[in-house]
């Protein structure tokens, strides 16, 4: 066997023949096929040869009439079925090449008719937008044709007197107007046809062929107006305008330009003139925009950086605008006297089974309509005292008060609070007096309890109106929806929904698939879909409206509440709303709070005076701090933990809230709170997957609550673990020196007789001398005779030996005493 071209040979010496090559040839009785691959060429034996170890069986080599040594017949049949195979192979290969040829030459042809098809409906729409632009132009130059000619019509006899005073000389100029008329037709003729030449695109067939800009009528007039001019002769001036320019304390060149309605490269070029070279981006002072202002003929105004805020000026409403609106009543009153049970009553809903521990804990905003067709807002505000700030908001925004209060509890720290809430927020208040169906009620209690606070009631012959209700058997609460339907008719509540809208956030929060998310109650105007917005220092643009039901509304008129996405952030609770024409004021005034706000806190944080200074460092070296991190899901809850953490504390220790805000607890808050040691609390959120494994790895607490009672607890408990204990001494006995001993290897050993109480080994001890205490100790050893004991009771005589001490006499007084420390707590 040998190696030809890089291809293999077997049975067959010599070189092989050229491309894929058969050939038969015979040694003896047996017929080889030699067949030739692309890769090698094999000589195998026919089938039906000669059986092995006949004379010239399998083929010879060389011609020698011999089978090759170890090539067996079944060797030569598998090796036969792998050329058939190959053969098979090659031929399905050339079927499928040849199948996919003829499907291509298909797709190419579709293809093909496609584009043509498309070409072809695309030329008849070019050729439609060209016939409908073109009948646009003639009407547009008929007009045009139209209105000269009324122009030239009337200057014609404003310019015959003039010939008629001036003689025939003055004739000439009469002529002028026609051949200057001509003249522009010609060039405008000249410029029509260049702007037609080429192809028409169906852009420019659709907006008007022009580029998209259309003529206003203020140009159109001005436009006539030139015309005529040229027409009278007179030279073609263009009037001034001279512009009111408000200037800042800085300004950008580029704004400065954009305000003075002049082009950005004449104010650039004025300024290089005064020696400034600057660039559209960069920004000058109010001195200089001042002579650049003037140089261009324009009047300067002065402002500063709150005149921003001027866009949302409160406009007052004419009396012909005003329509009537629904009332806002606030629910307020003490914990667990029935408040949201009353509102759930009222509603037909269960508001109460789905809060944490049965209270209310944050701000609910609700619409109900009455049986007799009423429509009333009611703002259920929490009981609890964490949520002081909470209440004072929903005081703020609303029109009447109802001052719930339990039968069975009377008036409670709360329900003071309640009333001076509505007293400073100026409001009319009704009591209802709930849980009048338990055993133990007593409204007349809580009628007199009223009366300390001011609080006089209809049945004591007073102003305010009082309702016996029970929220259990629905008793009185018809006549509490008649007390608010009255008292709201009383006040005439009118607003003007056809303005922009003005309103309040009642609550906001950070919700995972929606972003941040305000609850608010629109007080003025209307707040549609897609109006432009600033609330505190954030602002955004209208995404949805959710009504209290959960559905999607499309505006939400005065007294209605809503939650409102859309925002860039998360404002805080009690903020305003006001809706404003464009997103730059929007982003503008939104910057100028929170840069107002930011110096604010900078200033409060810092001291202003050397004495300040040392006495805030000296008062930070003596008090302990437990920092922590909050998180809570609402931002009214966040507040209002905030303001409770706040006052835990003492001269000793305080607590220090590193970082509050709304949603859930991210890897951020466990590297700050890894940072400063601090634990991270969670009300009513949770740690996403990477914060929880951050925390696991750093060590760092992560704890959660649901109701606020628990979580001011435990932080009350932890920081009165930062409490040094108190030491107090208990005497426990006294001793008298009797004699003097030195005994060796101990030293001084003063002989005692214990007068009064017990004396103990581990006690601590007090020498005195002349009722002076000249030193104070422990012993190293207390022995009754040879022994040493712990203690000795009172009559009886014993050994005492001070620890590091000698100086001891005869008639000195031993006191006894031991100390105990009491953990101490914060109230």
């Known amino acids: 066997m040998s190696d030809n071209d890089g291809k293999k040979t077997l049975g067959l010496r010599g070189g092989s023949r050229p491309g894929n090559v058969k050939q038969s040839f015979s040694h003896g009785r047996t017929k080889n096929v030699v067949v030739e691959t692309k890769r090698k060429r094999v000589v195998v034996p026919k089938p039906g040869g000669s059986k092995p170890g006949s004379g010239g069986a399998g083929g010879g080599v060389g011609g020698a009439g011999k089978r090759p040594a170890g090539i067996t017949d079944a060797e030569m049949e598998r090796r036969l079925k792998a050329v058939q195979a190959a053969k098979a192979r090659e031929v399905e290969e050339a079927a499928a090449r040849k199948a996919d040829e003829e499907a291509r030459a298909e797709d190419r042809e579709r293809r093909r008719a496609e584009m043509e098809a498309k070409e072809r409906e695309q030329r008849e729409a070019e050729e439609k937008a060209k016939a409908k632009a073109e009948e646009e132009e003639r009407k547009r130059r008929a007009a045009e044709d139209k209105a000269k000619a009324a122009a030239a019509k009337a200057a014609a006899p404003a310019a015959e007197p003039d010939a008629q005073r001036g003689g025939g000389a003055k004739q000439a100029p009469a002529k002028k107007p026609e051949r200057e008329t001509d003249r522009q ?130 406009v007052e409403d004419k009396a012909e605008d005003l329509q009537d609106r629904p009332p806002v009543i606030t629910i307020m009153g003490h914990v667990d006297h029935g408040k949201t049970s009353l509102l759930d009553a009222i509603r037909n809903t269960k508001v109460v089974s789905g809060e944490a521990g049965g209270i209310t804990q944050h701000i609910g905003a609700y619409q109900v309509e009455t049986d007799t067709g009423a429509v009333l807002s009611f703002l259920d505000t929490p009981g609890h005292a964490a949520f002081t700030s909470m209440r004072s908001r929903g005081a703020q925004v609303t029109d009447i008060v109802v001052l719930v209060v339990a039968a069975d509890d009377a008036v409670m720290p709360q329900t003071i609070e309640a009333i001076a809430h509505a007293k400073a927020a100026k409001v009319p208040m009704i009591v209802a007096i709930n849980k009048c169906d338990k055993p133990a009620a007593n409204p007349d209690k809580v009628r007199t309890d009223l009366l300390q606070h001011e609080v006089i009631v209809e049945k004591l012959s007073g102003d305010v109106q009082d309702i016996e209700v029970s929220a259990i058997t629905g008793k009185g609460l018809d006549e509490l929806l008649e007390a608010i339907a009255l008292q709201a008719e009383i006040l005439e509540l009118k607003a ?332």
């Open 185 to 314: 037709n010609k060039g405008k003729g000249a410029r029509d046809g260049g702007r037609r030449s080429g192809k028409l695109t169906v852009n420019q067939a659709l907006t008007g062929g022009e580029g998209g800009r259309q003529r206003s009528m203020a140009a159109m007039k001005r436009k006539q107006e030139r015309a005529r001019q040229k027409a009278m002769g007179g030279p073609v001036e263009r009037e001034k305008v001279v512009r009111e320019v408000k200037l800042p304390e800085a300004i950008v060149v580029s704004e400065l330009a954009n305000r003075m309605a002049e082009r950005v490269a004449d104010v650039v070029k004025a300024l290089m003139n005064m020696g400034m070279m600057v660039t559209q981006n960069q920004t000058v002072d109010a001195d200089t925009a001042e002579l650049i202002i003037e140089e261009f003929g324009h009047k300067f105004v002065r402002v500063s950086d709150a005149d921003v805020e001027d866009v949302i000026k409160e």
């Open 496 to 827: 003007n929904p056809d303005r922009a809208a003005h309103g309040a956030v009642i609550e906001a929060q950070l919700d995972v698939g929606r972003g941040p998310v305000a609850t608010v109650l629109v007080q003025n105007g209307t707040l549609k879909q897609g109006d432009i917005f600033v609330v505190g220092e954030q602002w955004g643009k209208v995404r949805a409206l959710i009504s209290d039901t959960g559905e999607r509304v499309e505006e939400a008129g005065p007294s209605v509440p809503v939650e409102v996405l859309g925002l860039n952030g998360t404002p805080e609770a009690g903020d305003v709303l006001n809706v404003v024409s464009t997103e730059a004021q929007a982003r503008e005034i939104a910057e100028y709070r929170a840069n107002a706000a930011k110096d604010k806190r900078a200033a409060a944080g810092a001291a202003t005076t050397l004495d300040q200074l040392l006495a805030k460092a000296k008062e930070d070296e003596n008090v302990a701090e437990l920092p922590i991190l909050v998180k809570a899901d609402v931002q009214g809850s966040a507040e209002a933990i905030v303001q409770a953490m706040e006052k835990i504390g003492n001269d000793e220790v305080r607590v220090r809230v590193l970082h509050y805000g709304v949603g859930a607890i991210t890897e951020t808050d466990v590297g700050l709170a890894e940072a400063s040691n601090a634990p991270i609390l969670g009300f009513n959120v949770r740690a996403n997957a990477s914060a929880r494994n951050s925390a696991n790895q750093k060590g760092v607490e992560i704890r959660y609550y649901s109701v606020i009672y628990d979580l001011v607890d435990d932080v009350k408990a932890a920081a009165s673990g930062l409490l040094s204990a108190e030491v107090r001494e208990n005497f426990i006995g006294y001793a008298q020196i009797k004699e003097v001993f030195k005994v060796s290897h101990v030293g001084k050993v003063a002989g005692c007789l214990v007068t009064e109480g017990i004396a103990r080994r581990s006690a601590g001890v007090r020498l005195l001398r002349d009722d002076v205490v000249i030193h104070e100790g422990t012993l190293k050893t207390l022995k009754r005779f040879k022994d040493e004991v712990a203690e000795v009771q009172s009559g009886q005589e014993c050994g005492m030996a001070f620890e590091n001490y000698d100086d001891v006499r005869p008639g000195d007084v031993i006191e006894i005493f031991e100390r105990t420390e009491v953990e101490r707590k914060l109230d």
